[in-house]
């Protein structure tokens, strides 16, 4: 009888010895799991921020290298890299259009690219502009339309008392109409009717 109890007593000792056992492996396998996990999660953050640290020293290079490539291009273009269809002459910048319109809307064009129609002040400017237009008929910033006969450039200054540069026998003021005025063969310049369609020619300061 005694003995049958010691044996069951045994038994229950070593079940809950078993038990024991298995809990605490399992905690085991738990505790690592976590451990891996939380591993796992500090390596993605420590990536991810390594990551982004890197893609920002990127960025960073990319700009030094866009700044130099522009300041370097602005030796080749001092009107602006971007704006290359702006040539530059003694301090000014100049657009030569690539289609032809009339006086007043060649005004407002060059007004919205905030610059104005070329005033033409000295033989220096006034070459360039020839050796440029090559015999075609651009639109210059000087016009009698406010008084006939009275030629003012497009800034107010007087044109009679400066720089001229008028054809034989012009201005002429043709049909008794002819209030603005062009550059033509040889750069020399014609007053024609306003609405004549001409290329034009914008200008502007350079920028500092
Ligand atoms: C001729 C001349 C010019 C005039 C033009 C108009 O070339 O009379 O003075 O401006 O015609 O087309
Ligand atoms: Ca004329």
Same mark, same amino acid.
């Given at each position: 009888?005694?003995? *049958?109890? &010691?044996?069951?007593? &045994?038994?229950?000792?070593?079940? $809950?010895?078993?038990? $024991?056992?298995?809990?605490? +492996? +399992?905690?085991?396998?738990?505790? &690592? @799991?976590? @451990?891996s996990y939380l591993l796992i999660v500090i390596l993605f953050v420590v990536s991810l921020s390594r990551v982004s640290m890197l893609? +920002? #020293?990127?960025?960073?290079?990319?700009?030094?290298?866009?700044?130099?490539?522009?300041?370097?291009?602005?030796?080749?273009? /001092? !009107?602006? /890299? *971007?704006? $290359? *269809?702006?040539?530059?002459?003694?301090?000014? !910048?100049?657009?030569?259009?690539?289609?032809?319109?009339?006086? #007043?809307?060649?005004?407002?064009?060059? %007004?919205? %690219?905030?610059?104005?129609?070329?005033?033409?002040?000295?033989?220096?400017? #006034?070459?360039?502009?020839?050796?440029?237009?090559?015999? #075609?008929?651009?639109?210059?910033?000087?016009? =009698?339309?406010?008084?006939?006969? *009275?030629?003012?450039?497009?800034?107010?200054?007087?044109?009679?008392?400066?720089?001229?540069?008028?054809?034989e026998g012009e201005p002429n003021n043709s049909d008794q109409n002819e209030d603005c005025a062009h550059v033509w063969t040889y750069? %020399?310049?014609? =007053?024609?009717? !306003?609405?004549? %369609?001409?290329?034009?020619?914008?200008?502007k300061p350079a920028p500092p």
């Amino acid at each position: 009888m005694d003995k *049958e109890r &010691l044996q069951d007593e &045994l038994r229950i000792f070593r079940d $809950r010895n078993f038990l $024991r056992q298995k809990l605490r +492996s +399992s905690l085991t396998v738990y505790v &690592l @799991l976590a @451990l891996s996990y939380l591993l796992i999660v500090i390596l993605f953050v420590v990536s991810l921020s390594r990551v982004s640290m890197l893609s +920002s #020293q990127l960025n960073e290079m990319r700009k030094e290298l866009k700044r130099n490539n522009s300041s370097n291009d602005f030796k080749l273009f /001092p !009107c602006g /890299p *971007e704006a $290359r *269809e702006w040539e530059y002459f003694s301090g000014k !910048c100049y657009y030569f259009s690539l289609h032809a319109t009339s006086w #007043q809307r060649a005004k407002e064009l060059c %007004e919205e %690219e905030h610059s104005f129609l070329a005033i033409i002040n000295s033989h220096a400017k #006034q070459n360039f502009i020839m050796y440029r237009t090559r015999n #075609q008929r651009f639109w210059i910033g000087l016009s =009698d339309r406010n008084a006939e006969g *009275e030629w003012k450039w497009i800034d107010g200054s007087d044109s009679t008392t400066g720089f001229t540069y008028w054809k034989e026998g012009e201005p002429n003021n043709s049909d008794q109409n002819e209030d603005c005025a062009h550059v033509w063969t040889y750069g %020399e310049w014609n =007053d024609v009717h !306003c609405t004549y %369609e001409c290329y034009y020619i914008c200008e502007k300061p350079a920028p500092p």
